[in-house]
């Protein structure tokens, strides 16, 4: 049964959505299968993945409103390697019409919990908020992985979203953990970020993922091309990193 990983942090530009895509091509490079679920109103992993998010009939909007199943919404982008939910503007709307169904925030779990069989990996990239969609998210998952840079006001928006993982671990999905923190656009040469670092491995210790995502301009570039690092420069140190990653991702198990 395939393992569902929430990749969460309400902090935005800390690397979510690079990390969904570049982490779902590389489990997918070593003969995982992926499905990367997009519940950004942004679209960005869809895009990023080379799928239109303006092109998109049916989205994860359709999924979470019960307009349809999973099935009808998984697309295939073109050499990526993995499966996509895609998501756009249209996902804003389930803000408000998730207020008003039984059990809203239990409707992404039951959508995929037909698709585990499917799939060896889940891969959820969430807004930078914490709504009723990343809720939906972090009750569907098994685990959450926290992309992070390693700055002060990075640790103070940590402490609140492990507040809320316990929250709802305690409340509706016991089973959450929290998969990994994984440090971001780390450059080695600043020396807060290399205080930050020391800080999150002498608190959290072997949650703290090995692997360091660096500063990278190719990284930075992939998605403005829309494929996964990987298919845009795999031997690039951006492109290593994220294949380092997903051998840790695989060691867990």
């Known amino acids: 049964m395939g393992r569902i990983i929430a990749i969460a942090n309400q902090k935005g530009g800390v690397g979510k959505t690079t990390t969904c895509i570049n982490l779902a091509a590389s489990l997918s490079a070593t003969k995982r299968r992926v ?16 799928v239109d998010k303006r092109a998109a009939e049916r989205t994860t909007y359709d999924v979470l409103m019960g307009e349809c199943g999973a099935d009808d919404v998984i697309v ?4 990526a390697g993995y499966a996509l939910m895609p998501a756009n503007g249209d996902l804003t709307a389930a803000e408000i019409g998730l207020m008003e ?14 698709q585990r069989e499917h799939f060896d990996y889940i891969l959820i990239d969430c807004p930078p908020s914490l709504n009723m969609l990343t809720l939906n998210a972090l009750v569907a998952a098994d685990s959450v992985m926290i992309p992070m840079q390693c700055e002060y ?16 671990r305690q409340s509706v999905n016991p089973a959450l953990k929290v998969e990994g923190l994984l440090r ?3 450059d080695p040469r600043n020396n807060l970020a290399n205080d930050v670092s020391g800080q999150l491995i002498n608190h959290f210790e072997d949650k703290v993922y090995r692997t360091i995502i660096p500063r990278n301009v190719r990284l930075s570039e992939a998605p403005s091309f829309a494929k996964p690092i990987s298919q845009y420069d795999p031997e690039c140190i951006g492109a290593r990193s994220y294949q380092r990653l997903a051998k840790e991702v695989l060691e867990h198990v």
């Open 153 to 168: 006001y990075a640790l103070e928006g940590l402490s609140a979203l492990l507040n809320t993982i316990e929250k709802i």
């Open 35 to 50: 499905l990367l679920v997009d519940m950004d109103p942004q679209g960005n992993a869809t895009m990023g993945s080379g």
């Open 101 to 114: 169904v039984e059990h809203r925030e239990r409707r992404l779990r039951d959508a995929l919990a037909t």
């Open 184 to 186: 971001t656009m780390f």
């Open 76 to 79: 295939t982008p073109q050499d």
